[in-house]
């Protein structure tokens, strides 16, 4: 069967804050005279699946997602094939 | 000042073991019955900085990327304007 590779970004939504995010964006700018105005982490998942097509691919990724990758109270996803 | 954003994804380098993401990807396969066969788990950063154009920009985070966002002796990373 063949297989599918896609990425997944994963980002906490814009309401939620990211102490670490800021610690960062902090030191960029005050320590290395970097003139970052946001910085936000999230996290980035490389998944392959074995499907009988692309569509049913990505059917399982956004499964896999929305059962355990992505808390869906806090975080928001986009998938993309690579 | 003109602002601009990119996306930073980070990855382990393939000879880098990542057990979180082998726990994940057992999980998928024997609880969900998810086909996957490969899962990475990285990082992504969300970025934004100020500078005069596009060039600069890219040049100011690929400077923070290698000064203290990526570890490349285990990490691999990738920029892309968003």
């Given at each position: 069967?063949?297989?599918?590779?896609?990425?997944?970004?994963?980002?906490?939504?814009?309401?939620?804050?990211?102490?670490?995010?800021?610690?960062?964006?902090?030191?960029?700018?005050?320590?290395?005279?970097?003139?970052?105005?946001?910085?936000?982490?999230?996290?980035?998942?490389?998944?392959?699946?074995?499907?009988?097509?692309?569509?049913?691919?990505?059917?399982?990724?956004h499964?896999?997602?929305?059962r355990?990758?992505?808390?869906?109270?806090?975080?928001?996803?986009?998938?993309?094939?690579?």
């Amino acid at each position: 069967m063949p297989k599918y590779q896609f990425m997944i970004d994963i980002q906490y939504k814009s309401n939620v804050r990211d102490p670490r995010g800021e610690t960062i964006k902090r030191v960029l700018n005050e320590e290395y005279q970097i003139p970052v105005t946001l910085l936000r982490l999230g996290k980035s998942i490389r998944i392959e699946v074995e499907a009988e097509n692309e569509d049913e691919a990505l059917k399982m990724v956004h499964s896999a997602c929305e059962r355990i990758l992505v808390n869906t109270v806090t975080e928001t996803y986009e998938v993309r094939r690579i």
